[in-house]
């Protein structure tokens, strides 16, 4: 009986050889399956692009159904489906812009930590000795980046000082 050669975007197997192989690849119908296929992987923006270029197709809107069926020139999208399409892009896009963002942020925040460190560590070799140079120091310390406030439950070290400082307790008030 011989090979049997299968097509995938056909769903169909015939005897392989050069011969039928050539004539199936070469073919209008190969070729359509084909389009159909790739056609599933287009991203929204293009989909959205054609079909508004495209005029409604008659036959689909009087009876639901067109012969042509994927290859016809003619849009069968109704007016909701663009609609959705539109806001489906529209959040993609959101999606990305956000994302970018908190890349954006994520980078700021690993700066404005790694800033803190070296301060805290550089602190730390000081001593008590605070000068000038100090205080303004502390005073970027407090401007905080704003995606930390977003964050629910913010560990108390990266909270900001409330307005007046923090309260200092007393050993009397301990014992």
């Known amino acids: 009986m011989g090979k049997r050669y299968y097509c995938d975007y056909c769903d ?13 690849l070469n073919g209008v119908q190969h070729h359509r399956a084909k389009k159909t296929w790739f056609d599933q992987f287009r991203d929204s ?20 159904i067109c012969d042509f069926s994927p290859n016809c020139r003619f849009s ?23 994302s970018e963002h908190r890349m954006i942020s994520g980078r700021s925040i690993e700066e404005w930590l790694s ?27 407090r401007d905080i980046p704003q995606q930390l406030f977003s964050i ?17 307790s007393t050993s009397t008030e301990w014992g």
């Open 45 to 64: 923006a293009a989909i959205l692009h054609d079909e508004q270029i495209k005029k409604p197709c008659r036959k689909f809107l009087q009876k639901g």
């Open 152 to 168: 629910p439950d913010l560990p108390p070290s990266l909270l900001p000082p409330p307005p007046g400082g923090w309260r200092v």
């Open 76 to 98: 069968h999208m109704s007016e909701e489906e663009l609609f959705n399409l539109k806001r489906r892009l529209e959040e993609q896009r959101q999606h990305k812009e956000d």
């Open 115 to 141: 800033k803190r460190e070296k301060k805290k560590a550089a602190l730390g070799s000081k001593g008590d000795l605070k000068t000038k140079e100090d205080n303004e120091e502390d005073e970027a310390e």
């Open 12 to 24: 169909r197997s015939f005897q392989d050889n050069m011969h039928n192989r050539k004539k199936h």
